[in-house]
């Protein structure tokens, strides 16, 4: 297409596309009165007979069209206002043609107005209007003509066949019109408070809402960072989204093999059947899906500053090449997300690390001080009984251990090294035994059976889980015995404890300790609560990575 008519072109459609719809439907009934006086002016002989009245119609339907072209009616369009109108026109059309040799009447060729009409203001409501008035009008113009002796059967099949034919294909602009105009909505609607949630929180919704667009039955969401050999692979099927967390370089040069090089760097791509199936083996996925036909599976890349992946969804309910465009749109919107989730973690880390060292900072210049402070006076206290002399030097041995614990604390925030491990056996052990001694009951380690040392994030927050159920079992169960064992594997930790206590009620097994459970919920593990006859066993899971 040459520039020229490039731009009559795309002047053209901004003209159309910019214009009022309520004034192309008064220009429109205006031309179409126009042109049948204009035949009635050119061919007074049609119609034979009630050539007065049908003139007489024309004349008070052409004042009705000037008068609603230069004052248009100015009301919602849910108003009835606009029915009435398209009634009165499609009446009058009617009236014309039955006045006119009804079915072989010349205004025929006007009825596809007000059926045009209702479409540009109601959409697939309108049409199906519209289309009803006019094949009751064309019976009921029909039925007499073919009663009266002379047959035109012939005319009110074609004519009817004619208006369900330009009705139905009307009916499909006007309903590939809405949905997208809906598609549109909901991607302009792209959920942006998902950073409140954690990320398996936030992938659940991006996902939802994403399959949703487009109606699609299975999603894949892959991305890995530019630098390093560090992803993820994301994907939602059926209503339940899994995460797949990989930093094995050879994992991920097979994907870029498999699945980031077989899509462009911009725009997106038709997936078919061999190539779906070598991208989902070589990001691990089972083909779990139970879909017989021929999978549309249609794909798109992103880049970002740190990121780069890829969006796939299977079987859009969309025509091919809007399936396309939308699912480019996706993967941008998924693109951006990821950025800005990933800056927010960043600032949050930030804020949270300089809150810490803050708390460090006040817990070394005030409960420290405090601490050493009473330590030296238990120190210099006269103690009149010999007896009471072990007691003094329990409470000593306990505000020392305090202070142990807060200066290892202030020490490790001045020096945060997250990437290192711990041996959580001895570890444990070393708290078993304070335990024993601050609660004046026997702890014990029953059983560690662990693979790999544990992240310091990890057993702080085990430590801190068996403390507060040792506390919880002495302060409400009046429990003289603790037992502790730890379980798991790389991927999740499985921490019972069991005491001897007075237990719980029976309606309480199922809520148990509150703040043992929101510990667990904020990394995503989950907690059960049994009896152990006499007494409780808690057993919690507990993930090695966490949800956030």
Sequence with gaps: MSRSRREVFLSTRNTLLYSDPERLIGIGRAVTVGFALLAMYLDPTQPRKFQYEVSTLLAAYAVFAAVLLLRPIDRPTRSLAHLWVHLIDSLVLGLLAFLSNELTSPFFSFFS??????????????????????????????????????????????????????????????????????????????????????????????CRHATTVLDGEELIVVWREQESPRGCVAHWQGGQLSIHRNADPNYWSSVETHAFARLPARGARLIDRANLAEMKLALGIAGTSSITKEPTVIAASFHTLRFTGLCAISNPDSRPEDALSLVEIIASHFAGELERFDLVSQVSDIARSEEREKLARDLHDGVLQDLTAITLKLRNAHVPLPEQTPVLREIELL????????????????????????????????????LANQWAIDVEIEEIDLPTKLPRGVLENVEQLVSEATANAVRHGAARQVLVRLSGDSEKLALVIRDDGKGLAEEKLDTGSSSLRSRLEKFGGSMSIGRAFPGLEITMNIPMRGRA
């Design 113 to 206: 107005f007000p059926l045009l009409a209702m479409t540009m203001r109601w959409g697939l409501k309108g049409t199906i209007l519209g289309a009803a008035i006019l094949e009751v009008m064309l019976l009921v113009i029909g039925i007499p003509d073919i009663l009266d002796g002379n047959s035109e059967l012939n005319y009110l099949i074609v004519r009817g066949a004619y208006f369900l034919v330009f009705a139905t294909m009307l009916g499909y602009f006007a309903a590939y019109r809405e949905q997208s105009r809906a598609r549109l909505i909901s991607l302009a609607n792209w959920p942006t408070d998902n950073l409140a949630y954690d990320q398996y929180a936030w992938l659940s919704r991006m």
């Design 399 to 434: 505000i020392a251990e305090q202070q142990r614990r807060i200066r290892h604390f202030v020490e490790d925030q001045r020096d945060r090294r997250s990437s290192h491990t711990f041996d959580a056996a001895s570890e444990l052990r070393v708290l078993v035994g304070r």
